[in-house]
């Protein structure tokens, strides 16, 4: 939120206690404490999103390199659970198809 944007909120804030308390005491920090709370709900949205996008991370380069060997695509965005339900399906799929696996490459 840029300044203007508190300043407005708080304006706005300070505006309906008016109407609802009498005598001007407490009046700010009740409007402090009320964008306090805003701003921590904001917070806790935010970080709440960063976490569902950081709990779907990319599929590693070696699973990539793994789905190339075994023939199977490898499309844009593609996350690690993803790459291992897909490894995990080809190769069950092959296993059952007696064919040859590709050896998985190690470090």
């Known amino acids: 939120m840029e300044i203007n944007d508190y300043i407005t909120e708080f304006t706005e804030i300070l505006g309906h206690l008016t109407l609802r308390l ?6 700010v920090g009740v409007a402090t404490a009320i964008i306090q709370e805003i701003n921590k709900d904001r917070r806790v ?19 990539k390199s793994y789905m190339r060997d075994l ?3 490898v499309t844009e965005g593609l996350t690690k659970a993803e790459a291992s339900k897909i490894l ?11 064919s040859q696996i590709p050896a998985i490459k190690t470090k």
Do not use: F, H, I, W
């Not at 009498?22 to 009046?27: A, F, S």
């Open 22 to 27: 009498k005598g001007t005491e407490g009046k």
């Open 45 to 63: 949205a935010e970080m709440k999103k960063e976490r569902e996008t950081s709990n779907n991370p990319v599929a590693t380069e070696d699973q």
């Open 71 to 73: 023939g199977l695509e």
């Open 88 to 98: 995990y399906k080809a190769l069950a799929q092959r296993k059952n198809e007696s």
